[in-house]
């Protein structure tokens, strides 16, 4: 029962909060430790091998410092376990930065096309400075779709299979990969790992999104469709909450990119191109809502009614 507390309280706070600024944020710190790694071991022979490395160690160490910290805490009183869960949960989920996020990208583009490029530009990883209108609001809106994925589903799925040490693990992996999992000529082999290691951790929640969506538009039909096209992207799991989104829109996501200056040829993901407007971006919002609070009603649901260990 108190995981659940922990669970209600950490999700409730995501929601009416995000992610405050001025506060310091584990994901921050994963970055700097990224960053310093990635300066002292992305060079000279092995590079490959140095990254694998780098990313098994790193991961394997949040599990473990925070399987150790929250055991201690625990043995202290069980109402520091609550609220390290608590913080920890609060940390790990990204549903509301984002979607505050998005809804600034569609207020930009109502000001100038400028704005709109300069503020999807915060969320995304290509080159936003020939976006078009319609190519800024497609941006945030795959973005919102992927997000849904990795910034609240998949936290969610690893926190229910391997509690607080695995959600927030879960997070270094997603920080590596964000940072470093790039087919560019300066990561295609350093973080080779990293977007691998993301690849499998994201596998079934990246499904299970785009499931959750379908339910939560109440349109079983799609199936078939975030099948296909799911399959079509680059990453073999961002394409299915993609795919989800674009099947609910009934528009068309993908095509060519630009990312640190070298140009990606992505599939489409949809058939119709269509102007995307902000009820488009409004309906994609309530949808990852929908989705969201469906998964934090199945995670609470297995805790209550299963033995599984959920308190590490």
Known sequence: MFAILSLLIGWLLDLVLGDPARLPHP??????MIALGERHLNKGCNRKMKGALMAIIYITGVFVATWFLRNQLCIMHYSLCIVFDTVIIFYCLAGTTLIREVRQVFLALDRSLEEGRKQ???IVGRDTSELSAQEVRTAALETLAENLSDGVIAPLFWFALLGIPG??????????????GYKTERYKDFGCWAAHIDDIANYIPA?????????AEAKPQLTLFVWKNGRRHASPNSGYPEAALAGILDCRFGGPHYYFGELFDKPYIGERERLLTTYDMKKAVRVNRTAEVLMVLIVSALMLFTSLPFCF
């Open 207 to 215: 499904r299970l999104t785009a499931l959750l969506m379908i339910i």
């Open 27 to 32: 994901i921050v710190w994963f970055g700097k």
């Open 120 to 122: 999807v530009a915060r």
């Open 167 to 180: 959600m927030l693990a879960y997070k270094m992996v997603n920080t590596l990969d964000s940072m470093i």
